[in-house]
């Protein structure tokens, strides 16, 4: 069984910054991709960022040069650093692993933006 959880969302103004957490625990192998997700309302749930165990890294070309995600593999830890947010960034954020063709998903993290 796999758990992920996320920490780190909240509301912040235009401009700002947010730094996801996403820890996993459980039956996983931390060589697998990690990655983040985002679902606006009555929006498709889109990839963010995702990372590979070697570090390779891609971004949504919505986000790129203003996130930056990592991890820590001692940890098993997912970050996202989200800077220069927009109100367009305003999404329930989701941590995914990608482990033996199966995507896992934790609860997710409001981030709201205003303008």
């Known amino acids: 069984q796999v758990q992920l959880v996320e920490s780190g969302g909240g509301l912040v103004q235009a401009g700002g910054s947010l730094r996801l957490s996403c820890a996993a625990s459980?039956?996983?192998?931390?060589?697998?991709?990690m990655g983040w997700y985002r679902q606006a309302p009555g929006k498709q749930r889109e990839l963010v960022a995702r990372?590979?165990?070697?570090?390779?890294?891609n971004y949504a070309n919505s986000v790129k040069g203003r996130f930056i995600i990592s991890r820590d593999h001692a940890k098993n830890t997912v970050y996202l650093q989200m800077n220069s947010l927009k109100p367009e960034d305003t999404a329930v954020y989701y941590c995914?692993?990608?482990?033996?063709?199966?995507?896992?998903w934790g609860q997710g993290t409001q981030v709201t933006v205003s303008s």
């Open positions: 995914n692993l990608l482990q033996g063709g199966s995507d896992y």
């Open positions: 459980g039956s996983i192998f931390n060589t697998n991709p």
């Open positions: 990372i590979t165990f070697g570090g390779f890294t």
